[in-house]
């Protein structure tokens, strides 16, 4: 058993973290069944969210940074390890300098979609999210997203956001418009009458805005009078 919790990572202690992960590989059907539900590239071993939590939780009680640092991101399983430490660093300097790396890697929405966004400077983190808003890089954008998606609730945001989505007008990938409507339906539960102006008056595509609405049908937070009323903001031209 490796010991997860170190002062140090030396080259042989990332080798060795490697097979460590190799040998928390499930059955052939979990990992089929994994790699099938996230539409990764990379090698999945099954179950890799709790294996992770459990890794991760002694990674973080040594010095996690130079896991970071260090690490070669080769499967499912240390990438989602890098998410979740990656959510630990506090200061924005090095989180920046250290996302900007890990999202580089990332080709699928479980990796991304497992980084937490708590620096306390929220500017910085809006920054980032408009820097990666702007690469060619899906999974980059569906990131910056994200960042937007843990801004939602701050009402000096509101109308950044609704820019951001209008400029995704003519965004084609999947899992990038999929992010933009979690936002754009959370801009709702939060903000109801500026996102309704937004509704009423958007340049956003017609997915984002029919997939948002459905998001809202489904939410127990909008009331049942606004579910109704929403359809009425439903593009009919496709995407």
């Not at 990332?14 to 590989?25: M, P, V």
Request: aromatic fraction near 12%; hydrophobic fraction near 35%.
């Amino acid at each position: 058993m490796i010991d997860l919790v170190r002062d140090n990572w030396s080259k042989e202690d990332i080798a060795a973290f490697h097979e460590y992960g190799k040998s928390l590989k499930g059955s052939d059907k979990d990992c089929e069944w994994e790699k099938r539900i996230i539409n990764t590239s990379l090698e999945c071993f099954g179950r890799t969210s709790t294996k992770a939590r459990e890794a991760v939780s002694q990674i973080k009680k040594g010095n996690y940074i130079e896991f970071l640092r260090n690490i070669e991101i080769t499967n499912h399983f240390e990438s989602v390890c890098y998410a979740h430490l990656i959510s630990c660093i506090k200061d924005k300097y090095l989180f920046r300098e250290l996302l900007d790396k890990f999202v580089l890697t990332i080709d699928n929405w479980a990796s991304s979609d497992t980084i937490r966004f708590s620096l306390k400077d929220t500017d910085f983190l809006l920054q980032t999210a408009i820097d990666y808003l702007e690469s060619d890089m899906p999974f980059v954008r569906r990131t910056g997203l994200n960042i937007l998606l843990s801004l939602a609730k701050k009402e000096q945001y509101i109308n950044v956001i609704f820019t951001r989505l209008d400029m995704l007008k003519n965004e084609k990938e999947y899992y990038v418009n999929m992010c933009a409507a979690w936002v754009l339906s959370e801009c709702f539960i939060h903000h109801r009458d500026a996102t309704l102006r937004y509704y009423s008056d958007n340049h956003t595509n017609a997915f984002i805005i029919n997939k948002s609405i459905s998001k809202c049908h489904d939410s127990f937070r909008v009331s049942p009078e606004d579910k109704e009323f929403l359809k009425s903001f439903r593009k009919n031209r496709s995407l």
